[in-house]
């Protein structure tokens, strides 16, 4: 589950197993790298290397989860295309789930009169190289 270097995530989907659900990503990951002036911090970069695309995400929250579409069921989709599990890659970013049992954690209550913020910026582009 180790991704601070680039990966091919289709290598390594079917060894993340568990007795509770089927093979695949499910994982919550703590972004801790560097913050821009604006709070953003990278949280993700994905690249297709036969189109070229890339898609980066950057976050003000402090993890992420990570989901490779596991139950994904066989639904035909637009112009015939088979949607089924691991077809789409999901990157949600987010306070930790368990932060309300965690006094250490940062706090995801939202209290009468406050306001919860957080951005989410998803930006593509086109790598130069074709791998």
């Known amino acids: 589950m180790y991704f601070r270097k680039e990966t091919i995530v289709g290598t390594r989907i079917n060894k993340v197993k568990s007795r509770q659900r089927p093979p695949g990503f499910d994982n919550k990951y ?16 994905m690249k297709d ?3 070229r695309r890339v898609m980066e995400v950057w976050s ?5 989860q990570f989901y490779t579409s596991n139950n994904l069921k066989q639904t035909l989709g637009k112009g015939g295309f088979l949607y089924k599990p691991h077809t789409a890659l ?3 970013t987010q306070g930790f789930p368990s932060a309300v049992n965690q006094p250490n954690f940062p706090s995801v209550i939202v209290q009468p009169g406050h306001i919860y913020r957080q951005t989410v910026l998803y930006r593509f582009s086109l790598d130069k190289v074709r791998i």
């Open 90 to 92: 999901c990157f949600e």
């Open 30 to 45: 703590v972004l801790d790298g560097p913050k821009l002036k604006n709070g953003l911090r990278i949280a993700a970069r």
């Open 49 to 51: 290397p036969w189109s």
């Open 60 to 64: 003000t929250a402090p993890g992420m």
